[in-house]
């Protein structure tokens, strides 16, 4: 891998994560800048079907840290409601710890994957970030994957906020997000909720927004799932996620 340290204090710079879906699979585009937690758009096709809106480079180095991808952490150490233990409020790659002495940030490209690390050694944790798309699939997806890791010597309780502040539904083009706005909201609509218990929503729009007398269904979705795993010893806890790009709604 290719690795860049410091990333986020370096000379910007923008790219994308190959995208190949292999013979049978579906291949998705994601574009990554360094800033932030790096990927600023992703979709599926070209920039009229993005799950993440599309935005050229001079703008996503400053949405990156916003509006993209964010970790939102609470730690609580060993002994801390008693007076002997610690806690903290932090946001892993955040703007607010831009350049600050405690933490380092380093970004590692591989061949099909993106990594970024963050180390604070004032709140002793370590928070690692993975992108890789999904090949050989009938759908294409973005799949991230969030390490959290205690360095510290005293056990430590996490509460973890950790995602994309916002999905685009399908169904909704490059220039329906950039002048609708709030008009665009009217049709959107978020499904499969109570199906699943919250654990798989679906995001597109109720109907087709041509200006003709005929309406159409979407039958198109995006949709997104996670999962949460523990370590043997409590050392470190990983989540992940796929967002996706589907044909059956």
């Not at 998705?28 to 935005?55: C, H, L, P």
């Not at 999905?167 to 009217?186: H, I, S």
Request: proline share 2%.
């Amino acid at each position: 891998r290719s690795i860049l340290e410091d990333f986020d204090t370096s000379r910007t710079f923008s790219s994308f994560l190959p995208g190949i879906g292999g013979e049978y699979g579906t291949p998705m585009w994601a574009f990554f800048v360094n800033r932030g937690q790096a990927i600023t758009s992703y979709g599926t096709g070209n920039k009229d079907a993005a799950m993440m809106e599309f935005n050229s480079a001079n703008k996503a180095y400053e949405y990156a840290s916003t509006d993209g991808f964010r970790t939102l952490v609470r730690g609580t150490r060993a002994g801390a409601l008693l007076g002997g233990g610690s806690s903290f409020e932090a946001e892993p790659f955040g703007a607010s710890k831009w350049g600050h002495e405690s933490v380092k940030r380093d970004m590692f490209v591989g061949m099909n994957d993106l990594i970024i690390k963050e180390t604070d050694t004032a709140t002793e944790l370590e928070t690692k970030v993975q992108y890789f798309t999904v090949p050989n699939e009938r759908f294409n997806a973005l799949v991230r994957r969030t390490t959290l890791t205690n360095l510290g010597e005293s056990d430590l309780d996490l509460d973890v906020l950790d995602g994309v502040m916002k999905v685009e539904p399908a169904g909704a083009n490059d220039w329906n997000l950039k002048n609708m706005g709030r008009t665009l909201e009217a049709w959107m609509n978020v499904y499969n909720m109570e199906k699943s218990k919250g654990t798989n929503p679906l995001f597109k729009l109720s109907m087709s927004l041509a200006d003709s007398a005929e309406v159409s269904q979407i039958v198109e979705t995006h949709w997104a799932m996670g999962f949460l795993e523990t370590d043997v010893d409590g050392a470190s806890i990983e989540t992940g996620g796929d967002d996706d790009a589907d044909d059956a709604a």
